[in-house]
């Protein structure tokens, strides 16, 4: 049988997982699919913290390469890995229906008593990849240990069992994806505790104008799912936010409006930045844009320009 498609993905357990749903979603309508597993700069570092490493497509630009170069039709991404600007050629074809975007908590296997963000006790060791996770706990809890820790998901939950750390904050979306609901302690409120934008939900990329991909793509899509994300990565594209950024957002339909929180975050949890709004669902970009200004207004453009700004080149089609 010919293959009607190639997806390219990263090789992580997760990642496999959330291209193995879009595969078999894509098969369903009777196309054969191949995936083809692609490693990423931030794949093949799994110690530095994503901060010293971050940049522009630290997740992306291998796969971004090999759409360009025709290697592959389309790539599969949790859509908060994806740079707030895409490289110019590429285009968001499709976001499936978004998982929960929430963060949660994951202690030890068989701990007596399930850890939460209120019962760690001063000095817990607190694991995270994440810049934005860091300030918040920071925030939440100034008495913890917040502690850098890197590796895929099956990796970090390893060692948390290991008794290198307290617990380990992580997305729920792939704790969903994978399985290993049981192991959540503490599912954190999500209007409370922002998530990166496009949390919980997969980005699916094509060349621009590519109108074959782009056609059988589009029944994937999930147009609340999609708006929020418009909104969500609006706010960070008007902040500049990075991987080296404390930024969050989350974007919530509701009936004919959507609404949008955003917040931005000194590392060190010491300065956070509080805003949101409502809009209609026709223009999502506006509304990003207008909560991002209310940031700014707030005093996040100070907070912004107090963490250092290291960044890869970008990429450029052949």
């Not at 950024?245 to 609404?259: F, H, K, N, Q």
């Amino acid at each position: 049988m010919s293959t009607d498609l190639v997806l390219g993905t990263r090789g992580s357990t997760l990642a496999l997982a959330q291209s193995g749903i879009v595969k078999t979603d894509l098969e369903a309508t009777g196309l054969s699919v191949r995936m083809e597993v692609i490693r990423t700069t931030g794949d093949r570092d799994q110690h530095s913290p994503l901060s010293r490493i971050g940049g522009k497509g630290l997740f992306t630009r291998e796969l971004d390469l090999a759409l360009f170069e025709g290697r592959i039709d389309l790539s599969v991404h949790s859509l908060k890995d994806l740079p707030a600007e895409l490289e110019p050629g590429l285009a968001l074809a499709a976001v499936p229906e978004r998982e929960d975007p929430r963060d949660v908590m994951v202690g030890p296997e068989g701990a007596s008593a399930a850890p939460t963000l209120q019962t760690l006790p001063p000095d817990a060791r607190v694991g995270t990849s994440s810049l934005r996770r860091q300030a918040l706990a920071s925030a939440f809890r100034p008495d913890v240990d917040v502690v850098n820790i890197r590796g895929n998901l099956d990796t970090r939950i390893a060692k948390v069992d290991r008794g290198e750390f307290d617990v380990i904050i992580v997305a729920a979306a792939g704790i969903r994806r994978l399985g290993l609901w049981h192991r959540v302690t503490e599912a954190l409120e999500r209007t409370s505790w922002l998530p990166a934008p496009g949390q919980g939900a997969l980005g699916l990329i094509t060349r621009l104008g590519d109108a074959k991909v782009e056609r059988i793509l589009r029944p994937l899509d999930h147009p609340p799912s999609h708006i929020a994300v418009r909104a969500e990565r609006a706010l960070l594209a008007a902040l500049g936010g990075g991987c080296n950024t404390p930024i969050a957002a989350l974007g919530l339909p509701y009936d004919s409006g959507l609404r949008l929180w955003g917040l931005v975050a000194s590392p060190d949890g010491k300065r956070v930045v509080l805003a949101d709004g409502s809009g209609g669902l026709s223009d999502p970009e506006a509304l990003g844009l207008r909560v991002a200004r209310l940031l700014v207004e707030r005093g996040a453009g100070e907070v912004i320009q107090g963490i250092p700004d290291d960044t890869l080149p970008g990429l450029s089609p052949p």
